[in-house]
């Protein structure tokens, strides 16, 4: 697969909420414990970095 391509695909999947929400249940199930509130400031967090990455590396 072309790294610009699969580049693309990461920051898109990275983007969406479900996939912040996925890797919180991930960490959840290897025992890291996180109150709903710091879930979502995570999954927050974590679609604004992929937005300001896909921004950035656009080109």
């Known amino acids: 697969m072309n790294k610009a391509l699969l580049k693309d695909y990461l920051i898109a999947r990275l983007k969406e909420r479900s996939t ?4 919180i249940g991930l960490l ?7 109150s709903p509130e710091q879930a ?3 999954a927050t967090a974590g679609v ?3 937005g300001v990455l896909g921004v950035v590396t656009r080109g």
Do not use: N, R, T, Y
Request: no cysteine; hydrophobic share 75%.
């Open 20 to 23: 912040w929400v996925g890797l």
């Open 28 to 34: 959840s199930v290897l025992g890291v414990a996180l």
């Open 40 to 42: 979502e400031a995570i």
């Open 48 to 50: 604004a970095v992929a």
